[in-house]
């Protein structure tokens, strides 16, 4: 199948400090979205973005669409203690079958 | 909006067990998926449903069935718990098969003994 991988794992920052999370895969993706996952909660839509080399915002979020169509980032700029949670990139493999990263876990220090 | 509604929350089987995980949105969506989370793997789809009377399988289909009887439901049956099946269990649902937003339930807990 069309992985995903996406790193860092897991981040420990600063609150006020920049993040920045990537997601690549072996295959070219049509779409590419992020998501987050507040503990005990279904993931969140954050961004998606539809189109090769696209940059998008969200407030203090930004992801780009790669433009080799293989690879997304996601950067979050002042990070605040309500950023904490698990964010996953998903590329849309084919319009039934939506593949996700594994995650990174970030964690933000007052 | 209650948006995606699952239940239960949390679930504990003995191996060979079965039981319905169901899942019910109230957004009028098309298409409904299942998806497992395991630490560290993300989240991989089980099986999936385009509208009503329509499913077909994700990845990871073994050991599970689903039906679709109502645009609204999608339960997940689980025929004989193996342990290989714990894992968190998300219901989702998006417009239609073509609009690409995903939009959760609050995930099953499911420990298989």
């Avoid at chain 1, 839509?45 to 080799?68: C, D, M, P, V, W």
């Avoid at chain 1, 980032?73 to 084919?94: K, M, Q, R, W």
Wanted: aromatic share 10%; net charge neutral; glycine share 10%.
């Amino acid at each position: 199948g069309q992985q995903l991988n996406q790193s860092p794992q897991s981040m420990f920052i600063q609150e006020g400090e920049d993040v920045s999370m990537n997601c690549t895969s072996s295959s070219i993706f049509n779409t590419w979205l992020w998501y987050k996952q507040d503990p005990g909660e279904g993931p969140v839509l954050l961004i998606a973005l539809y189109k090769a080399g696209e940059l998008t915002s969200n407030g203090r979020l930004t992801a780009q669409f790669g433009i080799t169509r293989k690879d997304s980032f996601l950067n979050i700029s002042a990070s605040i203690p309500s950023d904490v949670g698990i964010y996953f990139c998903a590329g849309n493999y084919n319009n039934n079958d939506m593949r996700f990263g594994a995650g990174t876990r970030l964690t933000v220090k007052p | 909006n209650a948006g995606v509604t699952q239940t239960p929350k949390f679930q504990v089987l003995k191996t060979g067990q079965s039981m319905t995980l169901q899942c019910a949105q109230d957004m009028n969506h098309e298409y409904m998926s299942w998806y497992r989370q395991d630490p560290g793997m993300g989240l991989r789809l089980i099986h999936y449903s385009v509208g009503a009377g329509i499913t077909d399988q994700g990845e990871v289909p073994n050991g599970y069935n689903v039906s679709r009887s109502t645009t609204e439901d999608f339960p997940l049956r689980l025929l004989s718990a193996a342990p290989s099946q714990t894992s968190v269990y998300f219901c989702a649902s998006r417009p239609t098969a073509t609009n690409e937003k995903l939009f959760f339930g609050s995930g099953t807990q499911l420990s298989v003994l």
